[in-house]
């Protein structure tokens, strides 16, 4: 008789093959000289709140099958957690992530789309999204730069410069890799993991799908190197360097107007301009 593979978080993957996935496409994290919060952090277990234990570098990461696509795929988010957001307007707790979304061909996980998030939910949104070949990622992990204080996350060193002016990658060193914690799903942590849930940081609202319908067909669509928001905007690569001066003007320059002066994302406007009021609360609370 055969048993069955252990399921802790009971999502139709096995455990063993969620832990060989995040161990194979751990991305490599590149911190900027100058952090001043140096690596992000373990947090203890068993609390209902918060509370770094070690600031070692761990990462914490969810395994899920994504449903919306035809054959076999799973998302996988990564999550480095901060003590603390020490850029301007920082904050106690600091909740980033990546995602990479995963297609098995006869047998073997291909990673076909990076994701990574900058100031989500804000009206500085930079969130980026990539296809795996362009980043050279399909069989293992991409390369995170993260922005000092912030902990902004971007799939490459020039979108780091374009998020309001207060995102720096200078001199970036790679961070060991350090132990990956999986926390399991929504309605289904591991133990020990209800900190993850505490209403003292979003955390909570990171654990679903970053990969929209819409940011995989544009990203379908493209046939060069482009890296797309979260929002369906694309930020051409020269372009985002070519305008790294003038988005460092702060609030003035949300994603509507840098979006216009690139001729690019004109379609988003309303969806921008419905979140921002949400967004601008947000980020002038500090919550991000
Ligand atoms: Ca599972
Ligand atoms: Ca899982």
């Not at 690596?39 to 070692?56: C, H, I, Q």
């Not at 990574?116 to 362009?134: G, K, M, P």
């Not at 003038?246 to 994302?265: F, I, N």
Request: proline fraction near 3%; aromatic fraction near 8%.
């Amino acid at each position: 008789m055969l048993l069955a593979a252990a399921d802790s978080d009971r999502d139709g993957v096995a455990d063993a093959v969620e832990q060989a996935i995040l161990e194979q496409f751990r991305p490599q994290l590149l911190i900027s000289a100058g952090e001043c919060d140096g690596l992000p952090a373990e947090f203890r277990s068993g609390l209902k709140e918060p509370e770094v234990a070690a600031r070692n570098g761990t990462l914490y990461a969810r395994v899920s099958p994504f449903t919306a696509r035809p054959g076999e795929w799973i998302e996988v988010h990564y999550y480095h957690l901060w003590g603390r957001d020490c850029g301007k307007r920082g904050h106690d707790l600091d909740a980033e992530q990546a995602a990479v979304l995963l297609e098995r061909v006869h047998g073997e996980w291909l990673a076909r789309y990076w994701w990574a998030a900058a100031h989500e939910e804000t009206l500085c949104e930079r969130s980026n999204a990539a296809r795996a070949s362009w980043l050279n990622a399909e069989k293992q992990g991409a390369r995170l730069w993260i922005s000092r204080g912030k902990h902004a996350s971007f799939l490459s060193r020039q979108l780091c410069s374009w998020g309001c002016g207060g995102d720096s990658c200078e001199n970036t060193l790679p961070a060991a890799p350090a132990k990956i914690v999986n926390l399991g799903e929504k309605g289904a942590l591991a133990e020990g993991m209800e900190w993850v849930e505490a209403g003292s940081w979003p955390l909570r609202d990171k654990l679903g799908s970053a990969f929209t319908e819409e940011i995989l067909a544009r990203l379908d669509r493209e046939e060069g190197s482009r890296i797309v928001g979260r929002d369906g905007a694309m930020y051409p690569i020269q372009a985002i360097a070519l305008a790294g001066g003038e988005a460092a003007d702060g609030l003035g320059t949300g994603k509507q107007h840098t979006g216009q002066a690139l001729g690019t994302a004109t379609e988003k406007t309303g969806s921008a301009l419905r979140k921002a009021g949400r967004s601008v609360r947000g980020f002038l609370s500090g919550k991000k």
